[in-house]
């Protein structure tokens, strides 16, 4: 059983920068995806970035060069710093696990409750 728990959303402005975290408790296999998804008013839920237990990355075009994602495999803990701020990254921020049973060849997804990220003009 796991649970995904998100911290550090809040207002920021534009041009500034703020970062989010994910703690993932429970057992979780040592292949798997951490991510970040967001979601706005009237708008479909979206990939933000993503981080494989290896360290490889993904990102939205909308993001790069702006987000960092990172992760602290010891914590099972992913990060997400944002920089370069800007009124269209307002969502609500949502952490993803992708569960990879390879001996089973099953995966199982987890979903946090989402943080508020607002940026003002």
């Known amino acids: 059983q796991v649970q995904l728990v998100e911290s550090g959303g809040g207002l920021v402005k534009a041009g500034g920068s703020l970062s989010v975290s994910c703690a993932a408790s429970g057992r979780i296999s040592s292949i798997n995806v951490m991510g970040w998804y967001r979601q706005a008013p009237g708008k479909q839920r979206e990939l933000v970035a993503a981080?494989?237990?290896?360290?490889?990355?993904n990102y939205a075009d909308s993001v790069k060069g702006r987000f960092t994602i990172s992760r602290d495999n010891a914590k099972n803990t992913v990060y997400l710093k944002m920089n370069s701020l800007k009124p269209e990254d307002t969502a609500v921020y949502y952490c993803?696990?992708?569960?990879?049973?390879?001996?089973?060849?099953?995966?199982?997804?987890?979903w946090g409750q989402g943080t508020q990220v607002t940026v003002s003009s």
């Open positions: 993803h696990v992708k569960d990879v049973r390879v001996a089973f060849r099953v995966e199982y997804e987890y």
């Open positions: 981080i494989t237990s290896g360290g490889t990355t």
